[in-house]
């Protein structure tokens, strides 16, 4: 059974930082590309961050120099370091795990992430 379970979502003022946290069970996990996203109150859900399985990265604009996804594949997790937090990334944070060459895709059931002004 695949599981995604993403942790450290919080209150946090702007301009406070906050670590995301998804451990995944279930998948060989330093195959798969591994990547955050997020859905905001009201609106679809976008990528945020993502890491192939070489160690690869890439950002969404908003996010690029605040944000730093990392992954640790001896503990098959990854992470989301988020600095300089703004009320507009308040959202609800998913972790995903692609391993496009066997159409394999899993989600985590997101963790809360709330910026106050």
């Known amino acids: 059974q695949v599981q995604l379970v993403e942790s450290g979502g919080d209150l946090v003022q702007a301009g406070g930082s906050l670590r995301l946290s998804c451990a995944a069970s279930?998948?060989?996990?330093?195959?798969?590309?591994m990547g955050w996203y997020r859905q905001p109150p009201g609106k679809q859900r976008e990528l945020v961050a993502r890491?192939?399985?070489?160690?690869?990265?890439n950002y969404a604009d908003s996010v690029r120099g605040r944000f730093t996804i990392s992954r640790d594949n001896a503990k098959n997790s990854v992470y989301l370091q988020m600095n300089s937090l703004k009320p507009e990334d308040t959202a609800v944070y998913y972790c995903?795990?692609?391993?496009?060459?066997?159409?394999?895709?899993?989600w985590g059931q997101g963790t809360q992430v709330t910026v106050s002004s």
């Open positions: 890491i192939t399985s070489g160690g690869s990265t």
């Open positions: 995903n795990a692609r391993f496009t060459m066997a159409k394999s895709e899993y």
């Open positions: 279930g998948i060989i996990f330093n195959i798969y590309a």
